[in-house]
């Protein structure tokens, strides 16, 4: 008992001092979240702050949001951040209480164990691993979590989406976890393709009294409620504008990179120096690209369907048309539930490395290129390759040291042997 009221302290003692970090940094300093939503490492043309404001002031007025051509967002975002009172505090608080939700989430994620011992596969480290707290504690005093709610990009509601959708599949809710990822899936649109791994977690973490035996219909049937809520979802954006527009608007721009704003991803500057001729077939090379490796790491790694969901986030991170810091911060806020398999990485000063490296160049040779003018796009397209060669590389440790794990466990004649790549 007494246990329990520490651990509880705990938590409500960590969620206080995130909350009172965030809130010392909106009103002590109220020029920094203005200067933080123009940052492009922080705001891209589907996440911006700035662009939801824009939007805001056209939906206020009786104006369709999408007719400046500027929102790229959800529509129903909108009567969302016209409820809240004029006063930016309101705002402050409802980007705090939002990342207060992801790490409860994180805290039941951590917590579960799942990380180390799945339905399918039970790893000899799972005893080196650390509570739900400490990997709440992470994820909440990330600088780039810090940095992402106060400069209030939108990317911080899709980040709650994915971790409760985890969280509840982990739990054994499989349909509050199709929900969650509906929602998701609606900001942001890639979160759809985290599905066949959240139906493999969900499926494996049945609670016995309502279990599917048959993998096909308990597929089908989760399948049915996505689309059934992105359904219902599609269908209150419509009433709410009045047309379809939204779809091309919000999805559209990221299916084709109409907006070649420059920001953390690979895409923008190939495709500003793409030949029009070309787009359709490098914009098709490209999805194609991103979405294959879901298939792939769901075979391999079906075993641990959470490695698989940490994998794509760090994959999508790297690779999908707009990132952001904020992709980059929850990808390492799941890092931490495999110190298990840490000793077995074998970069991660590099990485580390790498990614400091990236962090503190980039913004300078941004400035460089856009406000000294003493650089070109090349400068901050350089400094983007690093940043995306640190995030691959760490994927790429990541999933080594899992497959090293499950090898071990095969063959445990070879455990601490080195390995060598023929």
């Known amino acids: 008992m007494d246990g329990n009221k520490a651990a509880v302290g705990r938590t409500a003692g960590l969620y206080a001092g995130a909350a009172v970090l965030r809130l010392a940094l909106f009103t002590l300093f109220p020029g920094l979240p203005d200067l933080l939503t123009g940052r492009v490492e922080i705001s891209t043309p589907v996440n911006s702050f700035k662009r939801l404001q824009e939007g805001l002031f056209l939906y206020n007025h009786n104006v369709s949001p999408y007719d400046g051509g500027v929102y790229h967002q959800a529509p129903l975002l909108l009567p969302l951040f016209s409820l809240l009172p004029s006063l930016p505090i309101f705002t402050y608080l409802l ?3 939002v990342d207060l939700l992801s ?11 799942e990380a180390g ?14 509570s739900g707290v400490v990997i709440a504690a992470v994820f909440l005093f990330d600088p780039f979590t810090i940095a992402t709610c106060v400069g209030r990009s939108t990317s911080v509601f899709t980040t ?14 499989p349909f509050s976890a199709m929900v969650a990822l509906s929602f998701a899936a609606y900001l942001s649109m890639y979160p759809l393709l985290l599905l066949p791994p959240l139906i493999l977690l969900c499926y494996d973490r049945q609670l016995p009294q309502r279990s599917t ?7 089908a049937q989760n399948v049915a409620v996505v689309a059934g809520v992105l359904a219902a979802l599609f269908g209150m954006s419509y009433l709410m504008t009045g047309s379809w527009e939204f779809l091309p608007s919000t999805y559209g721009v990221q299916l084709t990179l109409s907006d070649l704003t420059p920001n953390m991803g690979l895409w923008w500057y190939f495709f500003i120096e793409m030949f029009d001729s070309f787009r359709s077939f490098f914009l098709a090379v490209f999805w194609l690209h991103l979405s294959s490796y879901v298939g792939g790491l769901c075979v391999r790694i079906r075993r641990q369907p959470l ?46 490395a790498v990614v400091m490296y990236a962090t503190f160049l980039g913004p300078a ?9 003493s650089g070109n796009a090349n400068f901050f397209y350089a400094i983007t390759l690093v940043w995306g060669l640190g995030q691959s590389l760490l994927v790429c440790d990541l999933t ?23």
């Open 307 to 352: 490695v698989v969901l940490t994998l794509l986030l760090g994959l999508f991170a790297t690779f999908k048309p707009y990132p952001s810091i904020s992709d980059t911060s929850l990808f390492l806020a799941m890092v931490p539930l495999y110190r298990h398999v840490f000793p077995l990485m074998r970069y991660t000063f590099v990485v580390a």
């Open 160 to 173: 709650c989406a994915i971790l409760h959708a985890i969280a509840k599949a982990i739990s054994g809710a």
């Open 95 to 97: 980007y705090i209480v």
């Open 117 to 130: 011992s799945s339905k399918l596969f039970t790893s000899p480290r799972r005893g080196k691993r650390w």
């Open 400 to 422: 080594f040291a899992v497959l090293r794990d499950e090898w071990e466990v095969e063959r445990p004649e070879m455990v601490g042997k080195e390995i060598r790549q023929i």
């Open 365 to 373: 040779f941004y400035h460089l290129w856009i406000y000294a003018g």
């Open 213 to 219: 035996k048959s993998a096909v219909q308990f597929a």
């Open 103 to 113: 790490a409860d989430a994180l805290v039941k994620i951590g917590d579960s164990g």
